[in-house]
């Protein structure tokens, strides 16, 4: 007897809920859920990625289901890896347990752990991929498989600005343009990407925290997002809040956005978070290096002051950047609008790019 398609459609929905719970959590790895069905298809067992270094999602579940695993099924958001690095390979993990099919959403496309559906299959397993996988590969996944495709972080560009759109007022002041609810919704951003980026002008400008908070301006329990300021000519003193100790930081030199997104990923980091200021983003919009765009906008008019975007190789409107699968969300008295890039993306270090800008 085995699980219904009803219940392995059931059990992937559980499964992508748990990849989602552990986003920003697991780089260099992916944020993978997985479910174990008994025999009779009941839930006994679910699991997701651990950080780095630790239990992947198939190893979690079958811990939790022990012996029920056995002639069950594993239903796993992304396919069994086949490889050894830091953890054994779960499909060794999958077959020690007994499991009798292996349903996954999303086929594996790192070279190295790639396979695992086959190795399974080979010995005897019955091996379906590909289940619902659209959808799979458009939630948690996304930027990670993003980040394997094109060699760099997956960038989402974020700002927040008045209705006119300035993100300051002449005189220099910007606290606060948004409301709580707003400012709030940022931190839940922050909290599953893996790192924060932003230029030395707005270091030296707002001397910003870039951390995790909760509603009352504590610091977050548990892991922060790594803080990142591209400070080429070294500006940023040591005195500056992001080197306060309260999450880790990185300066880097880099003077091109490809550049600096190769040192990420070098670094573990699969998606990043760019929060300033106007020529960073611009420079990084020129580059074809903003993925999506979430944008906070308040009910306010200046009529003054600095904008979101600086100068990036737009000079007329039929050149503007239109983005793509647009939603909108109302925050307290702001909107949250959250777009698509959609620009075709070509793998950093490709032969014509210099890195110039």
């Known amino acids: 007897m085995t699980a219904s398609r009803e219940q392995e459609l059931a059990a992937l929905e559980l499964a992508r809920a748990l990849g989602d719970s552990v986003r920003g959590r697991t780089s260099p790895n992916p944020p993978v859920g997985a ?141 606060w343009i948004t409301g709580p609810e707003a400012r709030a919704d940022v931190h839940r951003l922050r909290d599953i990407v893996d790192a924060v980026v932003v230029g030395s002008a707005t270091v030296l400008a707002d001397d910003p925290q870039l951390t995790v908070r909760t509603p009352d301006g504590g610091l977050a329990p548990g892991r922060q997002p790594l803080r990142v300021v ?60 903003v993925d999506r765009v979430v944008a906070y906008l308040a009910p306010t008019l200046l009529g003054a002051g600095p904008t979101a975007l600086g100068p990036s190789g737009i000079d007329t409107i039929a050149d503007a950047l239109k983005l793509e699968d647009v939603s909108v969300e109302v925050f307290g008295r702001d909107v949250r609008i959250v777009g698509l890039t959609h620009r075709t993306h070509e793998p950093v270090g490709a032969p014509h790019d210099t890195g110039a800008e």
């Open 35 to 175: 479910i174990i069905l008994d025999a009779h298809g009941e839930v006994v067992g679910s699991g997701a990625t651990q950080p780095a270094g630790l239990a992947h999602a198939e190893v979690m579940a079958l811990a939790q289901a022990g012996a029920r695993a056995r002639g069950g099924t594993a239903i796993v958001t992304l396919e069994p890896c086949a490889h050894t690095g830091r953890t054994g390979p779960c499909t060794g993990a999958l077959l020690a347990a007994g499991i009798a099919r292996v349903v996954y959403s999303v086929a594996d496309p790192d070279p190295i752990a790639s396979g695992g559906g086959e190795v399974l299959a080979l010995a005897g397993i019955d091996v379906e991929g590909g289940l619902d996988a659209a959808r799979t590969a458009a939630g948690a996944l996304g930027p990670w498989l993003f980040a394997m495709a094109q060699g760099r972080p997956y960038v989402t560009w974020k700002f927040a600005a008045t209705l006119d759109g300035r993100i300051a007022a002449a005189d220099g002041t910007s606290r």
């Open 230 to 289: 591209m400070d080429r000519r070294g500006r940023v003193p040591d005195t500056a809040r992001i080197f306060d100790g309260s999450a880790p930081t990185l300066s880097l030199a880099a003077a091109a956005p490809r550049f600096a997104l190769k040192a990420l990923y070098d670094h573990g980091a699969r998606h990043v978070l760019l929060e300033g200021g106007a020529t960073l983003a611009g420079s990084f919009l020129e580059a074809g290096c």
